[in-house]
């Protein structure tokens, strides 16, 4: 009787990552495509960046690799030649951004 066990045990599916493709199931990434903006809502977000100062407190969602950001953040930087938005703790490009508003 113990040798077929051994017997069925010896053709048993072996995982040699025991665990791996649990953790890679559970880590799978849900990749969001960027959003193409109307020409009202880009020419809109065009005003309103032109109305930040520096020092001032804003909530700006934004598109970062694979999915949105919100953001809330104090400007340090606007640069209007390289069209990025310089924030304390991040940099956004104006091209990224979806959504921008002045707390």
């Not at 990552?17 to 990434?29: R, W």
């Not at 959003?35 to 598109?63: A, F, R």
């Not at 703790?89 to 104006?94: C, G």
Request: charged share 30%; hydrophobic share 35%.
């Amino acid at each position: 009787m113990q040798d077929n066990d051994f017997r069925a045990k010896q053709f048993m599916p072996f995982d040699s990552l025991k665990g791996f493709y649990d953790m890679i199931k559970y880590q799978e990434i849900n990749i969001k495509n960027k959003k193409v903006l109307s020409d009202d809502t880009y020419n809109y977000l065009n005003e309103q960046i032109k109305t930040i100062n520096k020092g001032e407190m804003v909530t700006i969602n934004y598109y970062h690799n694979i999915d949105y950001i919100n953001t809330t953040d104090i400007v340090k930087k606007i640069d209007n030649i390289n069209k990025k938005i310089y924030l304390k703790n991040s940099i956004i490009s104006f091209s990224d951004i979806i959504d921008i508003k002045i707390i």
